[in-house]
């Protein structure tokens, strides 16, 4: 561990914490726009944060410790895999804690408290929307596992950090296995962020609502660091699309200047997927719950492929 | 320079086989026929990528007799022909559609590995790829047998033929010119005829259900 290393892993944890409200700002205001509604402004998510955090936090009475406890697993689960993504740098020194395999298994220990917590208060909303998005997760990860494997399959690896590298470093090759995965990593992250196809974000509609029925009960600061680590997850799954599909940018160890660099190309690409995923739920109508399995069935089916493919048509 | 091109040629094989599953998953008519005009683009473009690399001329030819037929005349009567029937939407399927896609695991697995010692065969660019050509070949083949309707059947068989073409040019760089030209009059005169077909069908059973065809008799 050096100094230049400590500086990158600062960044990267800095550049998550910070630009991910702005992320989310960023899509909705899109969503805003091609909705034909004059949006809320690039800032709201700082604001309603700041909002949250000066509140008073109410808990229920029937409310266990575990109800707690779960907002801040999840801001830890989200900040960890934010700082273990390689997003500016590939050059960080966290990353050897938790490989592409553990990185699921944070995403989903970050669900399995929610869960947890939503059916703690015992209300029927609760354990309704525990109950969806547990569905959606055992469906959504091993199509996520996929998607990663054929990554580590071309890199041999699959600590993200050397699957970035040699995806970014070497000589540029077309590989059909990623498109695959880029198809089948696209669903996942619609279902696994709550985003339009498979839930809307900003519904409260009890018979639709998956997400928003895990965090009725939150209030103050708990839902606070709640929305944050959703806008956290939503960077996250935007970083790890933009490592695997589109690598380059990223800078190399022992490289300051492509650090520098690195900052505004990131910005660049999160501003364009951003666009586009505002523009995908624009265009999509939200899905029926029964067809979701369906629709991740698809994701499982094209990473799985793309596993073949890559095993078909070499390297 | 070579080299991107053959990468590029497996690319589009791999979006004509993504293209097949999304074909075999899809449930409305008109969304089919657009992809069905897209796996016919995309093949088109492996084509000429092939005709390109390996400077056959002959395929050049066979790339723009496909575009002209599978890309505009098939879908403008397919177009047409659903327009007249009045089936734009609803298309039912035989078995339910995440068990269909299981199967095309199946069967993209079993052709893989009966393509690979054939491969080893070939001496052309695009040897890998004939795995993909006879998956295509066999989920155009289960999509034929798993809709009940007539129309998705029928597009059903026209993709079967893209994957042949497909399979054809991956494997041996295209068939004789005689040949091609034959294999397109056949699927454009079969398309016609089908069509009037499925007129006869609805005129006798008042829908384009292909079950009623087990009856032999009017009971």
Same mark, same amino acid.
């Given at each position: 561990m050096n100094l230049s290393g400590l500086l990158s892993q600062f960044l990267a944890i800095m550049a998550a914490l910070l630009l991910a409200p702005l992320l989310t700002g960023w899509v909705n205001q899109w969503r805003a726009w091609l909705q034909n509604r004059s949006g809320p402004g690039l800032l709201q998510p700082y604001r309603m944060l700041r909002k949250l955090f000066i509140k008073e936090s109410v808990v229920a009475e029937s409310a266990s410790p575990l109800?707690?406890?779960?907002?801040?697993?999840?801001?830890? !689960?989200?900040?960890?895999? !934010?700082? @273990?993504?390689?997003?500016?740098?590939?050059?960080?020194?966290?990353?050897?804690?938790?490989?592409? @395999?553990?990185?699921?298994g944070l995403f989903a220990m970050a669900r399995v408290f929610m869960a947890l917590a939503a059916m703690d208060i015992g209300t029927a909303f609760g354990s309704l929307g525990a109950r969806r998005e547990m569905l959606i997760g055992f469906l959504a990860e091993p199509a996520l596992l996929s998607v990663l494997f054929t990554a580590s399959l071309i890199s041999q690896s699959t600590a993200l950090t050397e699957i970035v590298e040699n995806l970014a470093h070497r000589d540029f090759v077309l590989y059909p296995s990623l498109a695959f995965a880029g198809i089948a990593f696209c669903l996942?992250?619609?279902?696994?962020?709550a985003r339009v196809p498979v839930d809307n974000p900003t519904t409260h509609l009890e018979l639709t609502m998956i997400h928003e029925a895990l965090i009725l009960e939150y209030s103050g600061r708990h839902l606070a660091l709640i929305e944050w680590a959703i806008s956290l997850k939503l960077f996250a799954y935007s970083c790890i699309g933009l490592a695997l599909f589109f690598p380059w940018g990223i800078a190399e160890a022992q490289a300051p200047v492509a650090l520098i660099l690195a900052i505004p190309a990131m910005l660049f690409k999160l501003a364009i997927?951003?666009?586009?995923?505002?523009? @995908?739920?624009?265009?999509?109508?939200?899905?029926? @719950?029964?067809?979701?399995?369906?629709?991740?069935?698809?994701?499982?089916?094209?990473?799985?492929?793309?596993m073949l493919t890559h095993f078909l048509l070499g390297s | 320079m070579d080299n991107l091109i053959t990468q590029l040629i497996n690319l589009f094989a791999a979006v004509i086989l993504m293209l097949a599953f999304a074909m075999l998953s899809q449930r409305r008519i008109l969304t089919l026929i657009h992809l069905f005009t897209l796996q016919?683009?995309?093949?088109?473009?492996?084509?000429?990528?092939?005709?390109?690399?390996?400077?056959?001329h002959h395929l050049y030819y066979s790339a723009a007799l496909t575009?002209?037929?599978k890309c505009f005349l098939i879908p403008y009567l397919l177009h047409r022909l659903i327009n007249r029937l009045n089936v734009r939407w609803d298309i039912e399927t035989l078995i339910n559609i995440p068990t269909i896609m299981l199967i095309g695991i199946v069967l993209v697995v079993f052709s893989f590995n009966l393509a690979l010692p054939i491969a080893k065969l070939s001496a052309s660019i695009a040897r890998g790829t004939l795995g993909i050509a006879i998956a295509c070949f066999l989920l155009s083949f289960m999509m034929m047998i798993t809709r009940a309707k007539a129309v998705p059947q029928v597009i059903g068989f026209l993709s079967m033929e893209n994957a042949?073409?497909?399979?054809?040019?991956?494997?041996?760089?295209?068939m004789p010119m005689v040949v091609e030209l034959g294999i397109a009059l056949d699927?454009?005169?079969g398309v016609l005829i089908l069509g009037v077909f499925m007129f006869q069908i609805r005129e006798q059973f008042d829908s384009l259900d292909i079950s009623h065809l087990e009856k032999l008799k009017e009971d």
């Open positions: 109800f707690r406890m779960a907002p801040y697993v999840a801001f830890g !689960c989200m900040l960890l895999s !934010c700082a @273990i993504i390689p997003t500016l740098s590939t050059d960080l020194p966290l990353s050897p804690a938790a490989d592409a @395999i553990a990185l699921v996942v992250s619609f279902a696994e962020n997927g951003g666009f586009l995923l505002a523009l @995908i739920e624009t265009l999509c109508a939200k899905m029926r @719950i029964f067809r979701v399995p369906e629709f991740l069935a698809t994701a499982f089916l094209m990473a799985v492929i793309g | 016919g683009l995309t093949v088109v473009a492996s084509t000429v990528a092939v005709a390109y690399v390996t400077h056959q575009l002209a037929l042949l073409f497909f399979a054809a040019t991956s494997a041996t760089y295209g699927v454009l005169v």
